[in-house]
């Protein structure tokens, strides 16, 4: 309704004057929704929050990465975990790649996984330098992040990794490489 006032041909404008209800209150309201879905625990409002936000034109989309980049600074560690999967669902890797340097081991993991869907090889360096946190939670997931992207590369760097579980990883993405790579013969 935001850029076409009319309903089954009716100008709707007056009516919704005449309410005494601004359109930019209403749209106001939706947008927050929008965004307590997005940062919410429920994955499957997340999801919908993030399906809604892909779909909306460029400049509003630009308006929520915003928002959303900011809670990556928020005090609490569920919204920052939950921001950065929200922008891996809306993709935006410079964030992302900041976020892999937050303080907590689950937002540094988020971000790996974000990134992971994001899938954009912008995220490689990010991601590379991620096999090297302290936490074998988020080497793992960055490992399987790489996998997702293809870098063989950081891959084989990761089969080098001390603990057996980033190893394994790193090895089943890169099977999925070869098999992927064989199945279509490039």
């Known amino acids: 309704m935001r850029d076409e006032p009319f309903v089954c ?15 930019s209150q209403e749209i106001t309201v939706s947008d927050e929704s929008v965004l307590d879905e997005l940062l919410s ?3 499957l409002k997340r999801w919908h929050a ?7 034109p460029d400049s509003e989309k630009q ?4 928002i959303v980049i900011s809670k990556l600074k928020n005090e609490d560690v ?10 891996g669902r809306i993709g935006d890797v410079d964030a992302l790649t900041e976020a892999l ?12 996984k974000a990134l992971g869907a994001v ?29 997702v992207i293809g870098d063989v590369d950081a891959l084989t760097e990761a089969l080098k990794d001390e ?9 089943k993405a890169l099977e999925k490489i070869k098999a992927k790579h064989d199945y279509t013969g490039t």
Request: proline share 1%; glycine share 8%.
């Open 78 to 87: 569920a919204v920052r975990r939950n921001a950065a999967w929200a922008l």
């Open 50 to 56: 993030a399906d809604a936000i892909n779909k909306m």
């Open 119 to 147: 899938g954009d090889v912008g995220a490689v360096g990010a991601l590379t330098e991620a096999l090297k946190d302290e936490n074998v939670e988020v080497r793992r997931t960055a490992a399987k992040a790489l996998g």
């Open 101 to 112: 340097k937050d303080e907590t081991v689950e937002v540094r993991r988020a971000a790996a």
């Open 41 to 43: 625990g429920d994955y």
């Open 9 to 23: 041909g009716i100008d709707i404008e007056p009516y919704i004057y005449l309410s005494g209800t601004e359109t």
């Open 63 to 66: 308006q929520f990465l915003n």
């Open 163 to 171: 603990t057996v579980y980033v190893r394994r990883t790193a090895a």
